[in-house]
């Protein structure tokens, strides 16, 4: 119960209907959900791990800001996080049976080729198509550790790719390429070419984040 709520509230910051420095009521949630307050404030705990709020002494949870100090700490650590995913899966298949990745790859297409690119939910549904390529990938790697690590980022990262796709709706068709240059490189199994894509993807969406801080801090 308290994850399905984390997920939920978890939601609503990702997609900024909970706006950063927004206060979380425990009551005003229970009531709401129709559960108990002890399971959203064991929400809220799972929540504040995953850095999507903060919580105060007295004044409760309120929804973390989003800083260019943050989005630099978390792409640092999640860029090397997926070269270390692609790695892994070349070092443990050949290019073959890398045939399901292809596939995941080719449905993330047809999800984007299907989209109004200005529909309210365009940019949750390419988040969730990426993410579909990624769980994919853990049940090649079969690493607990390194599979629960990455899902624990997936919340703060879809924020951060959220506010880009948000901003920029060309984005929504640079993914598909991603994932396209992405499959190529695993199914070559090129292990350099594979982190220069991700690597350069990656830059590139934390440049798209950053500027839009920036924008934000001096409007």
């Not at 309210?120 to 990624?134: H, N, Y």
């Not at 901003?167 to 068709?173: A, C, P, T, V, W």
Request: aromatic residues 6%; negative net charge.
């Amino acid at each position: 119960m308290s994850e399905q709520i984390a997920q939920h509230l978890g939601q609503r910051i990702i997609t900024r209907d909970l706006k950063p420095g927004e206060r979380i009521q425990e009551l005003k949630v229970a009531g709401d959900l129709n559960v108990s307050r002890g399971s959203v404030r064991e929400a809220l705990l799972i929540m504040e791990r995953r850095h999507l709020v903060e919580i105060f002494p007295r004044r409760g949870a309120v929804v973390s800001a989003l800083t260019r100090e943050s989005v630099n700490n978390l792409y640092d650590i999640y860029i090397d996080l997926l070269c270390m995913l692609g790695r892994k899966v070349l070092e443990r298949w050949s290019g073959p049976e890398l045939s399901g990745v292809m596939g995941q790859v080719r449905e993330l297409q047809a999800v984007i080729d299907a989209l109004n690119s200005n529909g309210p939910d365009a940019a949750e549904q390419v988040i969730d198509a990426g993410f579909g390529v990624m769980r994919y990938a853990y049940g090649l790697v079969e690493n607990p550790f390194l599979e629960e690590t990455l899902e624990n980022f997936r919340p703060a990262i879809s924020r951060t790719y959220f506010v880009a796709l948000e901003h920029f709706r060309d984005e929504i068709g640079e993914t598909a390429t991603f994932f396209r240059q992405l499959a190529e490189a695993a199914g070559s199994g090129d292990t350099n070419r594979l982190e220069t894509v991700i690597k350069a993807f990656g830059e590139h969406q934390r440049e798209q984040v950053l500027s839009i801080l920036r924008e934000e801090e001096t409007a």
